[in-house]
């Protein structure tokens, strides 16, 4: 499936990459963030407000004049409307097809590179996780032994029936979440297991309450693991509401894992951050019993 971006600049002949080139003080976003202005539609941002407003006006004057270059110095203060107190350099340059490729080639590249989550288990709190997954730059995969659960997942994300979830765990890449809920105490447990035991995982879940996490450390221990169970994460998503509507779980599962994984982008307990082509970093309590 081709990117939003891919698709963005296959049916726009004039497009104008609008980036960050540097920053100074307090900014809506960092260096490098970029946005694609065409005469009729945007894709992606550079903050908005003000600073947008202008850097879109910019771009499309740049279309229609010709021009293939350019800079511009944007103070953020009351002068423009905004109060953020920094200062942004803004570059502009008109897409031709060789850089057309390039783009292309790098959004091939991070998605081929995307974080994994691995959400174990398709019930009510998985589907609700590949739901809100499915629009994040991340690639999900959902895996359950029980096809009627699988089936009745609606996101845009990646399912596999498997008798044997372990078997992904263990082949997963570095750097990989591992979320796991399936409706079995014990298969959490030897799930939990397997991805602690690997290392170099980013993030590593298990739904439960705290009592549900001192049954696994005991089962961890006596299976003679020697991996550090301080890492695990038990109870998910434990903001301290007592909501347990499988989305509210969801919502906070998904933020407190997105952001381990854009805190320290491409990397796990061991791991390297990765870049694209042009040397840009790929993006990048007490609680209740949920189970």
């Known amino acids: ?33 970029e946005m694609f202005v065409a005469k009729d539609s945007i894709f992606r941002t550079v903050g908005g407000g003000q600073l947008e407003y202008r850097a879109i006006a910019h771009a499309r004057d740049m279309i ?15 002068e ?4 953020c107190g920094g200062r942004v350099r803004l570059a502009f340059d008109l897409i031709d097809d ?3 490729g390039e783009i292309v080639t790098a959004c091939m590249i991070a998605r081929a590179t995307r974080p994994m989550v ?28 029980r096809a009627d659960e699988l089936r009745q997942c609606r996101a845009s994300v990646e399912r596999r029936l498997t008798a044997l979830p372990e078997a992904d765990i263990r082949a997963a890449p570095p750097g990989s979440a591992f979320i796991v809920l399936t409706h079995d105490h014990a298969l959490d447990f030897l799930l939990t297991s397997e991805a602690l035991s690997r290392g ?12 549900k996490r001192a049954k696994f450390e005991r089962f961890h221990s006596e299976q003679s693991r020697q991996s550090d169970t301080s890492r695990l994460v038990c109870p998910i998503g434990a903001t301290g509401s007592p909501d347990k ?42 609680s209740a019993a949920r189970s």
């Open 98 to 100: 060789a850089k057309r």
């Open 118 to 145: 691995y959400i174990c288990g398709a019930g009510h709190v998985g589907r609700a996780l590949a739901d809100l997954f499915a629009h994040l730059p991340v690639h999900t995969l959902l895996i359950d032994s």
């Open 64 to 78: 229609a004049t010709g021009r293939s270059a350019d800079r511009l110095n944007v103070a953020l203060g009351p």
């Open 80 to 83: 423009i409307g905004q109060c």
């Open 245 to 286: 509507r499988p989305e509210v779980i969801a919502a906070f599962v998904v933020a407190e894992v997105m952001t381990t994984l854009t805190t320290h982008p491409g990397k796990g307990m061991r791991g390297q951050r990765e870049q694209d082509p042009a040397g840009n970093v790929i993006r990048e309590r007490e």
């Open 1 to 33: 499936m081709a990117d939003g971006l891919e698709q963005f600049l296959r049916v726009r002949p004039d497009v104008v990459r609008v980036r960050i080139a540097s920053v100074q003080g307090s900014a809506p976003r960092e260096t490098d963030a």
């Open 200 to 211: 170099d995982a980013a993030y590593v879940g298990l739904i439960g309450s705290t009592t």
